[in-house]
T-cell receptor
């Protein structure tokens, strides 16, 4: 049971390049999300998904795309990287569980991906 | 828009002392989380508080929730160096179970 796996761990891009951050979970969690963490800002929600085929925007979605074709995978795409997207990105998953509260949506986080855009 | 404020943002304390981190939030919620992050690492869950008056304890950490005051506290008892980390609270607004808003975090340093 690997939990939440993110790749790559580190990436350097030039302005205007595109890339995809991969996220996979093996816990059959219905909910997956992407956060970015910047110094002094806490974590901010980029996009989230409540199940395969369903995605929605979070607090800071501009410049990022997501898709959820399977329960396990939730990639984050940067279409044209900008220096403002330099950050540490965390993928997380959770489940609600039976009866509404048993899983309580406690997030399990991946190890993070550190992205630098030059 | 849900706002979550933690204070203090920086906390330096001596081993053996007690202290409290506060987490205020701006809209109705009945679901609050505390996470811990070690330097350069990911976040791990500490507590989830699901109702008014909820109290959870694990070792030297105790968390509580007052939904009427929109306030959660994380109390540290007799701090030890291993508790040095950044602590985040996160809140789900009522009706938005999946969208958590995080506070900016409290960087706790416990000195020998």
């Amino acid at each position: 049971n690997a939990g939440v796996t993110q790749t790559p761990k580190f990436q350097v891009l030039k302005t205007g390049q595109s890339m995809t951050l991969q996220c996979a979970q093996d816990m059959n969690h219905e909910y997956m999300s992407w956060y970015r963490q910047d110094p002094g800002m806490g974590l901010r929600l980029i996009h989230y998904s409540v199940g395969a085929g369903i995605t929605d925007q979070g607090e800071v979605p501009n410049g990022y795309n997501v898709s959820r074709s399977t329960t396990e995978d939730f990639p984050l795409r940067l279409l044209s990287a900008a220096p403002s997207q330099t950050s540490v990105y965390f993928c997380a998953s959770s489940y609600q569980g039976q009866g509404g509260l048993s899983g309580a949506n406690v997030l399990t986080f991946g190890a993070g991906s550190r992205l630098t855009v030059l | 828009e849900l706002k979550v404020e933690q204070n203090p943002l920086f906390l330096s304390m001596q081993e053996g002392k007690n202290y409290t981190i506060y987490c205020n939030y701006s809209t109705t919620s009945d679901r609050l989380y505390w996470y811990r992050q070690d330097p350069g690492k990911s976040l791990e869950s500490l507590f989830v508080l699901l109702s008014n008056g909820a109290v959870k304890q694990e070792g030297r950490l105790m968390a509580s929730l007052d939904t009427k005051a929109r306030l959660s506290t994380l109390h540290i008892t007799a701090a030890v160096h291993d508790l040095s980390a950044t602590y985040f609270c996160a809140v789900a607004a009522r009706g938005s179970n999946y969208k958590l808003t995080f506070g900016k975090g409290t960087l706790l340093t416990v000195n020998p």
